[in-house]
């Protein structure tokens, strides 16, 4: 019985068609908490257009945007204006991140960044290759959540388990609900937030 539900994009496979989107939004109205989307590579491509962005926008709601629960800030982000820049798009969703976490760290609230695809895998310096971001928007983002006091990083994209931490932020990707490449059950991750870091989380097997 969790406050609320995070997918972490790709809420669709190999279409992002209004149909199966249509089979997104019906299995999600069934959750009895709320469900918070980010949109993955599945959703609006490895580098978002305007159009892949207005479908998602129009059929599953805004793709970036923030929320306070219990006095933690949530920020969810959409990856894929950092892995393939749209002009206009990727400097307005900037703006708006960097005011929420300017503003967080003025009322002293922890943040929790939820997003599709990881900063990195293993190390901060390693290369970009599909599941990670470029190395200068990481090295650039991973300096503003160091600054503004981000707690969390919590991904998917990967297919796998990936834990890793920078500065004292946590950095979790998950296993999924569809395909694991590391042998994992189907299930989802639970995360016990508490005034204590860093913050315990556990998978759960649904499978």
Known sequence: QPDLVVVCGDLVNDAASDAAYGDFNAIKAGFAMPCHCVPGNHDVGNSPTPASLERYRRIVGKDYFSFEH?????ALVNTQLWKGPLEGESEQHDAW??????AAKA???PVVIAGHSPLFLETPDEKEAYFNLPEPKRAELLAL????????VVTGHTHKHVIAEYHD???V????TSKNFDGAPMGFRLWRVAAARPWKHEYIPIS
Do not use: D, N
Not at 70 to 74: A, E, S
Not at 97 to 102: A, D, I, S
Not at 145 to 152: H, L, N, P, R, S
């Open 107 to 109: 009322e002293g609230k």
């Open 169 to 171: 932020i946590q950095m």
């Open 97 to 102: 991140l960097r005011g929420v976490l300017t």
């Open 173 to 176: 990707s998950s296993a999924t």
């Open 145 to 152: 959540f160091e600054a503004t006091g981000v707690a969390a």
């Open 70 to 74: 219990k006095g933690y800030v949530f």
